[in-house]
């Protein structure tokens, strides 16, 4: 079985392209397992698998996590496939529609594939559409309690789902540390991505993240997305919100009805084909 991929990173999120029609494969949960792995396989924070044949005409992806669970959306893995498309000859230099089981996006290649801008969607607070347990409501400054910890958070889906932590101060530690009890708490069905922000200023947001089926993130498009609408929410920031995290940075501009235009930098990685030998064993953890 020889699988090519495309490997790229958008702030430090890396994602592994599959094209369909250079691997026929199925993807397996152990198999994706076995690509993701950070020691043992090639290594990444997710598979984007396409283009598929979408709606009418539009292109459609399958999102990935490294445990082998799907993702609805992705903002990064958006930005990284679009690139793809464009570096593939499968898309131009004009904006194209790709639809995700999250939504359809639409993307624009610019600055010779350096930048990539993704309309992400519009993002809802309301507990039916994330969901949150409990009665119909929009989900802005409530209590979450995990482990020794209370918190003030805002919950928000654009396409998938998102708890917004409230923080003075934010750290790494403080992400791995309360992060997975969040995402598998009670109020979230079906689960949840952390995003643990710290307002700068009227124009700036600082996240530490844990994504939902990945864990610690160095970076997370959708997650910037709820951050920074959450944020406009509360009326901590401006509708145009520079998101900051440990692998980069990325802008988000937040219209009226909380559409999100997302923009930020995309870098190809490498290629190649994966031998048979990562499937000749099964990896540890």
């Not at 998938?160 to 309360?178: D, G, M, R």
């Amino acid at each position: 079985m020889k699988i090519k991929f495309h490997k790229y990173h958008g702030a430090g999120n890396d994602y592994i392209v599959i094209d369909p029609s250079e691997s026929d494969i199925t993807l397996t949960e152990t198999l994706i397992r076995a690509i993701c792995h950070r020691n043992f396989g090639v290594g990444a924070d997710g598979i984007l698998y396409g283009p598929l044949q979408g709606r009418a005409s539009e292109l459609a992806v399958r999102i990935f996590n490294p445990d082998g669970s799907r993702a609805e959306k992705s903002g990064n893995g958006m930005r990284i496939f679009a690139r793809y498309l464009r570096d593939s000859g499968k898309a131009g230099k004009e904006a194209f529609r790709v639809s995700t089981e999250g939504g359809v996006v639409r993307s624009q290649v610019q600055d010779n594939g350096k930048t990539v801008v993704v309309e992400m969607g519009r993002v809802s607070f309301q507990s039916k559409d994330i969901p949150v347990a409990g009665r119909a409501r929009e989900v802005i400054d409530e209590e979450i309690t995990a482990g020794d910890r209370v918190f003030s958070f805002c919950a928000a889906t654009i396409g998938n789902p998102h708890c917004v932590i409230l923080c003075n101060e934010v750290s790494k530690e403080s992400a791995v540390e309360y992060g997975p009890v969040i995402e598998i708490h009670p109020n979230f069905p079906n689960r949840t991505n952390v995003q643990f922000m710290q307002v700068l200023d009227r124009k700036n947001i600082r996240i530490e993240i844990w994504e939902r089926g990945a864990g610690y993130t160095l970076s997370s498009g959708s997650s910037s997305c709820a951050a920074a609408a959450a944020a406009f929410r509360m009326d901590l920031c401006d509708s145009e919100i520079t998101t900051h995290m440990p692998g980069g940075k990325l802008g988000i501009v937040i219209d009226d009805n909380y559409a999100v235009t997302m923009s930020g930098p995309v870098k190809k990685i490498c290629e190649g084909v994966i031998s048979d030998e990562l499937f000749s064993r099964k990896p540890a953890g």
